[in-house]
Structure formats: C-alpha cells, structure tokens
C-alpha cells in the first residue's frame, strides 16, 4: 500500500533487503493470509510476501482467532511447491521461527508444541497456520501464516500462556525477527514432502510435548512425531499415530 512502511521501511527496500518477489505492507488487514490468498488468486510468484501492522480476524487452527495488536509480527508468504503436505510445511516454519528465536536469545531455549505452535518458557510465543488452494487435484498456492509476539503488549487474562519475545530479548526489534525469518520461510516450498531424519531430530529435540500426558485429540502420553508429520501417543500399551486435532495437555 502506497505511502505504508514497517519500522520505518516501505516495501519496495524490504523486498531487496529479503530478496523476495514483492512485500505488501498494510497498516491493518483482517488477516494477512486472506491478503495472500488473493495474491495467490491473482497470479504472484512463489515467494511474495505479506506484512500487516495489525490484524482485526487473525486466525489460528480450528477456526479460533489470534490476537494481532500492533508491535507484533503479523506475516503471511505465498509458496507455489508441485506438491506439500501443509503439516510438513507447518513443522518446518516451526522450526525456522524456532531458530530465529534461539538465535536471537543466543541459546536453545524455544520449543515447538505439535501442530503449530512455538513456546518460549512454557509460552505460546508464535503459531504457524498452512493453507493450501487446489483446482481438483492439483495444489495452486500454499499460504503460510506465521503470527510472533515481539514488543506487542500480551494482555493480563493472557500472561500465563502467552509471551513476547522482547519479555526474553530486551530491546528486539520486529526487523531483528524479520531479517532472520524471511529468506529461510522462502525456501520451504522446494522442500520434499516428508521430513528429513536431520528436521526429525531437530524437532525431537524441541518437542515440548514429548512424554506430555494428553487429554486430546486423544489420551494418552505424547511420544514424538514421525517423517509424514503424525504426532505418535502411547496408550494401553499401544501407539497411536495422530494426524489432526486440538492438543490438549492434562
């Protein structure tokens, strides 16, 4: 949008900065992946990106909102892979937000909770939402959504599960986020669809619900995920693989 810019940058310096085809900055959007979608729509490559100071329908799984107030990082990237598989592509930008988030806290502190989300001190502190637009069997556009809190205020009925990354990084800025963030987000869609054993370990190694007793989307004992992205519970002495639904922790 004319005359809009982040932490002072119109999009035309953010696409050189990022390298990425185009950078739609917004002062305020509904949601960021609507805004991609219509770009999707419209014929723009792979790669273009899109940046809203705030959203007023944020979205997360299962149709639940995301409050997005000002001071957070509110992204949305179009991604134009032959095929994805959205929980792979949801697990490896979990893992690019938790990198980026490690690197700034300069050490191995972020965790991923399975499906979607990053926690930082037992805290949501990012959620991650794929999704995709096919014409009968063949994938269009992916549209990937990624929501961090940085210097947003979280509000007090909140403080307990939620947390801003500047709570842990005095004096971040959304740009120390977004310079680390983008050109690694560009390349998920040339990735295959599985997870390589070297992002499996990785994720086990962040896994924030591992051995986690479970309540949903079924009981039991939480006990990793597998290459295809299918979280593993243990109950009566059986496992079972979990491809969708609501975490909840008992």
Request: charged fraction near 25%; charge should be neutral; proline fraction near 6%.
């Given at each position: 949008m004319t005359g809009v810019t982040f932490d002072g940058l119109p999009g035309t310096v953010l696409v050189r900065r990022w390298g990425v085809p185009s950078c739609l900055v917004a002062r305020e959007l509904g949601s960021t992946l609507d805004a991609v979608h219509a770009l999707g729509q419209d014929g723009a490559p792979g790669g273009a990106l899109v940046l809203a100071e705030s959203q007023t329908a944020g979205r997360g799984r299962d149709g639940r909102t995301w409050l997005s107030p000002a001071g957070g990082v509110w992204l949305a990237l179009l991604l134009?892979?032959?095929?994805?598989a959205l929980s792979i592509v949801s697990i490896r930008a979990g893992l690019v937000v938790a990198d980026v988030v490690d690197d700034l806290l300069g050490a191995p502190q972020?965790?991923?909770?399975?499906?979607?989300?990053?926690?930082?001190?037992?805290?949501?502190?990012?959620?991650?939402?794929?999704?995709?637009?096919?014409?009968?069997?063949?994938?269009?556009?992916?549209a990937v959504g990624i929501g961090i809190n940085?210097?947003?205020?979280?509000?007090?009925?909140l403080g307990d599960a939620a947390i801003a990354l500047a709570d842990a990084v005095p004096g971040v800025r959304r740009l120390d986020v977004l310079d680390r963030l983008v050109p690694p987000l560009t390349r998920?869609?040339?990735?295959?669809?599985?997870?390589?054993?070297?992002?499996?370990?990785?994720?086990?190694?962040?896994?924030?619900?591992?051995d986690r007793a479970l309540r949903?989307?079924?009981?039991?004992?939480?006990?990793?995920?597998?290459?295809?992205?299918?979280?593993?519970?243990?109950?009566?002495?059986?496992?079972?693989?979990?491809?969708?639904?609501?975490?909840?922790?008992?």
């Open positions: 134009r892979p032959q095929r994805a972020a965790r991923l909770k399975w499906p979607n989300d990053v926690m930082l001190h037992d805290r949501k502190l990012a959620g991650v939402l794929c999704e995709g637009r096919w014409q009968g069997d063949e994938l269009q556009w992916l940085v210097v947003n205020p979280i509000p007090p009925a998920l869609g040339i990735s295959a669809d599985r997870l390589t054993e070297r992002e499996v370990a990785a994720f086990a190694a962040r896994d924030w619900l591992r949903g989307p079924v009981t039991g004992r939480a006990a990793g995920v597998l290459a295809d992205g299918t979280l593993l519970v243990e109950r009566a002495g059986e496992t079972t693989a979990v491809r969708e639904g609501h975490v909840e922790t008992a």
